[in-house]
């Protein structure tokens, strides 16, 4: 198959041609010589393959876009080897745009486009050509793909696409500082002529700005360029496809350039010498006036500081700068006084913070100005001699009492007479009051230290000329003291006396309190009462030291038998005069425990240890009777269950009985009883079931020390009563079928060692000291008691 074009669309098309494989005429279509290839068998023959041979070669087609002739433009012509020019050909075309963009003639191969195509939208098509047999309609040669691009040409101007632009540069920049950089595309083939090649050129803005033709960077052009002269600027630029040459197409965007400020102006006040009128009564601290040096500059390049850099003003005056308005706020340091001094000569300097040492050629940036105060006449309150007053009197004194003195006078020339009245708003003018004309102060009630030390008045003084004017002095008054309150014991609480408590022990120091004031320090003595008895169970000791000691006067303190006392005492103070006080201390009895020199009760501590509440408390003891109830129904429930200790009939079984208890020798009768061995009528009275368990005695109360029997019973012949014993056990019918085995045992009576058995020993009473018990804590309290030699209780 052949393809054929125009031959006259430009330079750059590339006609398609085919082929050939045999040599001839480059116009007309060879004929098709199919290849052999032959293939030798396993039998010595040789197998020959027949295969078509294509003829022709695809290349690709080109397509001038935007084609407006009334026409369909010819974009070229296809032709395949089996084609005799008899019409017997058919060609077919498929693929992208076949039948809607481009058509083929049947019989002659010829491609047509039917619509204008762009290249910005789609630059090629792929498409598929066959040749088919007209009758048989069968493939002559096998479907072929083939492109089909569009050529393209320059119908797309330049464009700016993130236009306008805004840039910043700051004033008095260099020439070709660099302010923005812009950029142009064009939509056409940048690979096909200069369609999109582009050139940059400023149509506005020269000669303030200039632009790079290649790059698109505008840079400065014009030297000094001033803000506070102009600051807005509008660039225009262009961009030009085919470098710029004739016919080219162009697009153009806005730069909006702002110069930047940097502090390229010093400050400088409107005029040199400035007036300012302020009155004597103007507060201290407080603005009098402003003054303010301008800058053109903007933002911190046009800050100012101001100074007073004379010393005359700069010691009356201080100066500071408003951060909103840039004024120079003038104050007060120190009050005025028209009489002293009238007028102020202040000189007033304002430099900018921020200097840039880039323009230091232009100059020192700063400026300077006189201000002349002038002080105004008013007609002041009353001054007081002092700032406050403090006085004192003695508490107690009668009302009329002379406290103090306050002064107060009149500062202007004209020199009027003052009054003095106190501030009816404060609550001590109850106690005091103030002579008009003289300024003294006098108690009006007596007054009490120990409820209010300390006073605080105000007085007011004002001219009688003008009474509106006033002026107002603290007066503070102490209130001194004198001996007036007797002493007391300090604490109201119980004192702990612990049941162990020794004679000679102490139970506890007590301090007193007075609420007089002693300026040395205060000293107390302490004594009982001269009028009561001397108390038998405590005595009171003076350490000389403003504080006592409780002694035990002696032991075995029983809480059971009383557990509170009464202690008076008899406390005196060091103040002239002396006075004395009477206090009773209530002491209770318990049983301590110690921790430390600290001794708590019993239950008192156990309480503060925990730190229960009662709903606590009420709780636990809850639970434990709700345990309690449980254990005793779980024993009864056991021996409910128990099987009778009566054995039936027919459990015939033989139990030996073996009594293991261990005396401290035949004298010892405490673990047996040996009176019913001697005693044979009481053994019958205490004679008992065998068959039945015998109740276990209980025995409450303490030990109880027993004698030997052997002393106070008849010397009876033991070894007889065991044999009759014997025989009453062999004749007895009530026993249980089954055997029982009853053990006697007799060693005899008497022995010179005697019985090894402390129970038996005599009481005799021992010298030996066992209060030290009393310091092993509660775990040895009951051993003390049994030790201790017992006394009876005395009570007041």
Same mark, same amino acid.
């Given at each position: 198959?052949?393809?054929?074009t125009?031959?006259?669309? *430009?330079?750059?098309?590339?006609?398609?041609?085919?082929?050939?494989?045999?040599?001839?005429?480059?116009h007309?279509?060879?004929?098709?010589?199919?290849?052999?290839?032959q293939?030798?068998?396993?039998?010595?023959?040789t197998?020959?393959?027949?295969?078509?041979?294509?003829?022709?070669?695809?290349?690709?087609?080109?397509?001038?876009?935007?084609?407006?002739?009334?026409? %369909?433009?010819?974009?070229?012509k296809?032709?395949?080897?089996?084609?005799?020019?008899?019409?017997s050909?058919?060609?077919?075309?498929? /693929?992208?745009?076949?039948?809607?963009?481009?058509?083929?003639?049947?019989?002659?191969?010829?491609?047509? %486009?039917?619509?204008?195509?762009?290249?910005?939208?789609?630059?090629?098509?792929? #498409?598929?050509?066959?040749?088919?047999?007209?009758?048989?309609?069968?493939?002559?040669?096998?479907?072929?793909?083939?492109?089909?691009?569009?050529?393209?040409?320059?119908?797309?101007?330049?464009k700016?696409?993130?236009?306008?632009?805004?840039?910043l540069?700051?004033?008095?920049?260099?020439?070709?500082?660099?302010?923005?950089?812009?950029?142009?595309?064009?939509?056409?083939?940048?690979t096909?002529?200069?369609?999109?090649?582009?050139?940059?050129?400023?149509?506005?803005?020269?000669?303030?700005?200039?632009?790079?033709?290649?790059?698109?960077?505008?840079?400065?052009?014009?030297?000094?360029?001033?803000?506070?002269?102009?600051? $807005?600027?509008?660039?225009?630029?262009?961009?030009?496809?085919?470098?710029?040459?004739?016919g080219?197409?162009?697009?153009?965007?806005?730069?909006?350039?702002?110069?930047?400020?940097v502090?390229?102006?010093?400050?400088?006040?409107?005029?040199?010498?400035?007036?300012?009128?302020?009155p004597?009564?103007?507060?201290?601290?407080?603005?009098?006036?402003?003054?303010?040096?301008?800058?053109?500059?903007?933002?911190?390049?046009?800050?100012?500081?101001?100074?007073?850099?004379?010393?005359?003003?700069?010691?009356?005056f201080?100066?500071?700068?408003?951060?909103?308005?840039?004024?120079?706020?003038?104050?007060?340091?120190?009050?005025?006084?028209?009489?002293?001094?009238?007028?102020?000569?202040? &000189?007033?300097?304002?430099?900018?913070?921020?200097?840039?040492?880039?323009?230091?050629?232009?100059?020192?940036?700063?400026?300077?100005?006189?201000?002349?105060?002038?002080?105004?006449?008013?007609?002041?309150?009353?001054v007081?001699?002092?700032?406050?007053?403090?006085?004192?009197?003695?508490? &107690?004194?009668?009302?009329g009492?002379?406290? /103090?003195?306050?002064?107060?006078? +009149?500062?202007?020339?004209?020199?009027?007479?003052?009054?003095?009245?106190?501030?009816?708003?404060?609550?001590?003018?109850?106690?005091?009051r103030?002579?008009?004309?003289?300024?003294?102060?006098?108690?009006?009630?007596?007054?009490?230290?120990?409820? @209010?030390?300390w $006073?605080?008045?105000?007085? @007011?003084?004002?001219?009688?000329?003008?009474?509106?004017l006033?002026s107002?002095?603290?007066?503070?008054?102490?209130?001194?003291?004198?001996?007036?309150?007797?002493?007391?014991?300090?604490?109201?609480?119980?004192?702990?006396? *612990?049941?162990?408590?020794?004679?000679?022990?102490?139970i506890?120091?007590?301090?007193?309190?007075?609420?007089?004031?002693?300026?040395?320090?205060?000293?107390?003595?302490?004594a009982?009462?001269s009028?009561?008895?001397v108390?038998?169970?405590?005595t009171?000791?003076?350490?000389?030291?403003?504080?006592?000691?409780?002694?035990?006067?002696?032991?075995?303190?029983?809480?059971?038998t009383?557990?509170?006392?009464?202690?008076?005492?008899?406390v005196?103070?060091?103040?002239?005069?002396?006075?004395?006080?009477?206090?009773?201390?209530?002491?209770?009895?318990?049983? *301590?425990?110690?921790?430390?020199?600290?001794?708590? *009760?019993?239950?008192?501590?156990?309480?503060?240890?925990?730190g229960?509440?009662?709903g606590?408390?009420?709780?636990? #003891?809850?639970c434990?009777?709700?345990? #309690?109830?449980?254990?005793?129904?779980?024993?009864?429930?056991?021996?409910?269950?128990?099987?009778?200790?009566?054995?039936?009939?027919?459990?015939?079984?033989?139990?030996?009985?073996?009594?293991?208890?261990?005396?401290?020798?035949?004298?010892?009768?405490?673990?047996?009883?040996?009176?019913?061995?001697?005693?044979?009528? %009481?053994?019958?009275?205490?004679?008992?079931?065998?068959?039945?368990?015998?109740?276990?005695?209980?025995?409450?109360?303490?030990?109880?020390?027993?004698?030997?029997?052997?002393?106070?019973?008849?010397?009876? +012949?033991?070894?007889?009563f065991?044999?009759?014993?014997?025989?009453?056990?062999?004749?007895?019918?009530?026993?249980?079928?089954?055997?029982?085995?009853?053990?006697?045992?007799?060693?005899?009576?008497?022995?010179?060692?005697?019985?090894?058995?402390?129970?038996?020993?005599?009481?005799?009473?021992s010298?030996?000291?066992? &209060?030290?018990?009393?310091?092993?804590?509660?775990?040895?309290?009951?051993?003390?008691?049994?030790?201790?030699?017992?006394?009876?209780?005395?009570?007041?």
């Amino acid at each position: 198959m052949r393809i054929s074009t125009t031959s006259c669309l *430009c330079p750059f098309l590339v006609c398609l041609c085919f082929i050939q494989r045999c040599s001839g005429a480059s116009h007309h279509v060879p004929t098709k010589v199919p290849s052999k290839n032959q293939t030798k068998l396993a039998n010595g023959e040789t197998e020959v393959h027949h295969r078509p041979k294509r003829g022709w070669i695809w290349n690709q087609f080109f397509v001038l876009e935007e084609h407006m002739g009334p026409d %369909a433009q010819y974009v070229g012509k296809l032709h395949s080897n089996s084609d005799k020019g008899d019409g017997s050909v058919r060609y077919i075309l498929s /693929g992208e745009g076949a039948g809607t963009i481009f058509i083929i003639d049947e019989v002659t191969g010829d491609i047509h %486009a039917t619509k204008s195509l762009d290249r910005e939208r789609k630059t090629h098509y792929v #498409l598929h050509a066959q040749a088919l047999d007209r009758n048989t309609e069968e493939a002559l040669e096998p479907k072929s793909e083939f492109i089909i691009k569009v050529q393209d040409i320059n119908d797309n101007a330049p464009k700016f696409p993130d236009g306008p632009f805004v840039a910043l540069v700051p004033e008095m920049s260099e020439v070709g500082t660099s302010v923005l950089q812009v950029t142009a595309t064009d939509a056409d083939d940048p690979t096909y002529g200069n369609s999109a090649r582009i050139v940059y050129s400023i149509l506005q803005g020269q000669p303030y700005f200039s632009v790079d033709p290649k790059t698109g960077i505008i840079r400065t052009a014009l030297a000094n360029m001033d803000r506070e002269a102009r600051e $807005h600027y509008t660039v225009v630029i262009q961009a030009k496809d085919m470098a710029g040459q004739v016919g080219g197409l162009s697009g153009s965007t806005t730069i909006n350039i702002t110069l930047t400020d940097v502090n390229d102006n010093p400050p400088k006040f409107p005029q040199k010498n400035y007036q300012l009128y302020v009155p004597e009564s103007a507060q201290v601290g407080k603005p009098v006036g402003k003054i303010k040096a301008n800058d053109e500059d903007l933002g911190v390049n046009a800050d100012i500081r101001y100074s007073i850099i004379n010393s005359e003003g700069a010691n009356m005056f201080s100066i500071s700068a408003d951060r909103d308005t840039r004024e120079g706020i003038i104050s007060l340091k120190k009050p005025l006084n028209f009489e002293r001094k009238k007028t102020y000569t202040l &000189n007033i300097e304002g430099v900018n913070t921020h200097v840039d040492p880039r323009f230091s050629y232009l100059g020192s940036f700063k400026d300077t100005a006189t201000l002349k105060i002038t002080v105004g006449d008013v007609d002041e309150a009353p001054v007081f001699s002092m700032d406050y007053y403090i006085m004192d009197v003695y508490e &107690n004194s009668p009302s009329g009492t002379e406290v /103090g003195a306050v002064t107060a006078r +009149d500062p202007d020339s004209r020199n009027s007479h003052v009054r003095y009245f106190l501030d009816r708003k404060e609550e001590g003018i109850n106690y005091f009051r103030v002579d008009e004309y003289s300024g003294v102060i006098y108690t009006t009630l007596p007054l009490d230290r120990e409820d @209010m030390p300390w $006073h605080n008045i105000t007085v @007011m003084a004002s001219e009688v000329d003008n009474p509106s004017l006033l002026s107002h002095v603290p007066v503070t008054v102490q209130v001194l003291d004198v001996n007036d309150n007797p002493p007391e014991i300090a604490t109201d609480e119980e004192v702990i006396v *612990c049941e162990s408590s020794r004679p000679g022990q102490v139970i506890q120091t007590v301090t007193a309190v007075d609420k007089d004031d002693f300026a040395n320090g205060q000293r107390f003595s302490f004594a009982s009462p001269s009028q009561l008895p001397v108390n038998p169970n405590f005595t009171l000791k003076d350490n000389e030291d403003s504080t006592a000691s409780i002694i035990a006067r002696r032991r075995r303190f029983n809480h059971l038998t009383q557990e509170l006392y009464e202690l008076p005492i008899v406390v005196w103070d060091g103040g002239e005069p002396s006075l004395s006080g009477t206090s009773t201390l209530t002491l209770r009895v318990c049983p *301590c425990q110690r921790h430390g020199r600290i001794r708590m *009760c019993q239950g008192e501590a156990f309480l503060s240890s925990a730190g229960l509440s009662t709903g606590a408390l009420i709780a636990i #003891l809850l639970c434990i009777v709700i345990l #309690l109830a449980i254990v005793v129904l779980f024993i009864t429930l056991r021996r409910s269950k128990k099987e009778p200790l009566i054995i039936s009939e027919e459990d015939i079984r033989e139990n030996v009985v073996t009594y293991d208890d261990e005396g401290g020798g035949e004298e010892d009768t405490e673990a047996f009883d040996i009176i019913a061995l001697r005693n044979p009528a %009481a053994a019958e009275e205490l004679k008992f079931r065998r068959d039945i368990r015998p109740e276990g005695r209980k025995h409450c109360g303490p030990p109880r020390i027993h004698r030997s029997p052997s002393v106070e019973l008849d010397e009876v +012949d033991v070894h007889e009563f065991i044999k009759q014993k014997l025989v009453e056990a062999d004749m007895d019918t009530s026993v249980p079928p089954y055997d029982s085995l009853q053990t006697y045992a007799y060693e005899g009576q008497g022995s010179p060692t005697g019985s090894v058995s402390p129970l038996d020993s005599p009481g005799t009473h021992s010298e030996q000291d066992f &209060n030290y018990l009393d310091d092993w804590g509660p775990q040895f309290q009951k051993l003390a008691e049994l030790y201790g030699d017992p006394e009876s209780d005395v009570t007041t």
